[in-house]
């Protein structure tokens, strides 16, 4: 059973940081490209970056510089160091993996960015 547990959000300042994590399990970690998305109420969800089984990367433009995404093979998980937050990155943040031509999603954390 595919399974994706994201955790890390909460309420920051405008300018603060947050690191989330999604654990996985189910699935060969290693092999599969993991993306972190977020949605916004009344918004599409959007895909905020990506990471490769080899680690290469891909930002949406609106996070680029202050967004990083990492993963651990070992432990199964992906990570996303959100810096310099503002209040527009406020939203639902879920991690996403494609397998066997499904795609699975936990059920998110939320990040709001507020003074």
């Known amino acids: 059973q595919v399974r994706l547990v994201e955790s890390g959000g909460g309420l920051v300042q405008p300018g603060g940081s947050l690191r989330l994590s999604c654990r996985t399990s189910?699935?060969?970690?290693?092999?599969?490209?993991m993306n972190w998305f977020r949605q916004s109420p009344g918004k599409e969800r959007e895909l905020v970056a990506g990471?490769?089984?080899?680690?290469?990367?891909n930002y949406v433009d609106s996070v680029k510089g202050r967004f990083t995404i990492s993963r651990d093979n070992k432990w199964a998980t992906v990570y996303l160091q959100m810096n310099n937050l503002r209040p527009e990155d406020t939203a639902l943040y879920l991690c996403?993996?494609?397998?066997?031509?499904?795609?699975?999603w936990g059920r998110g954390t939320q990040v709001t960015v507020s003074s």
């Open positions: 996403g993996v494609n397998y066997k031509g499904n795609t699975y």
């Open positions: 990471i490769t089984s080899e680690h290469a990367t």
């Open positions: 189910g699935i060969n970690f290693r092999l599969h490209v």
